[in-house]
C-alpha cells in the first residue's frame, strides 16, 4: 500500500520541485478495509486537502489550481513524461 500511496501521493499536479517520502511501520493492528485502491485514495485525498488549504491561505479559489494540472510534454512527480 505504501508504494502505491508514494507514486500517486503528487496527484494530477505538475511540480517542478517536490520530494515525497515514505515511510512503512510496523503496528499490532491489522490493516482495516477491502484494500481498494492500495493507498492511491488515501493520499490523494490529504494532497487535495493540502491544496485546499493553500488556495484557502493565498485567498483564491480551490479550482484555480487546475491550471497546474499535468500537460503532455510536463514530467510528473516521478519523471514520467505526459503523453
Given at each position: 500500500?505504501?508504494?502505491?500511496?508514494?507514486?500517486?501521493?503528487?496527484?494530477?499536479?505538475?511540480?517542478?520541485?517536490?520530494?515525497?517520502?515514505?515511510?512503512?511501520?510496523?503496528?499490532?493492528?491489522?490493516?482495516?478495509?477491502?484494500?481498494?485502491?492500495?493507498?492511491?485514495?488515501?493520499?490523494?485525498?490529504?494532497?487535495?486537502?493540502?491544496?485546499?488549504f493553500?488556495?484557502?491561505?493565498?485567498?483564491?479559489s480551490?479550482?484555480?489550481?487546475?491550471?497546474?494540472?499535468?500537460?503532455?510534454?510536463?514530467?510528473?512527480?516521478?519523471?514520467?513524461?505526459?503523453?
Amino acid at each position: 500500500m505504501l508504494s502505491r500511496g508514494a507514486l500517486h501521493a503528487g496527484g494530477p499536479y505538475y511540480w517542478p520541485n517536490v520530494r515525497i517520502r515514505a515511510k512503512a511501520v510496523a503496528t499490532n493492528a491489522p490493516p482495516h478495509g477491502a484494500f481498494r485502491g492500495f493507498g492511491a485514495p488515501q493520499s490523494l485525498f490529504a494532497m487535495e486537502r493540502h491544496m485546499d488549504f493553500i488556495a484557502q491561505t493565498l485567498g483564491i479559489s480551490p479550482s484555480s489550481s487546475q491550471k497546474d494540472f499535468l500537460k503532455p510534454g510536463k514530467n510528473d512527480h516521478h519523471g514520467q513524461v505526459v503523453k
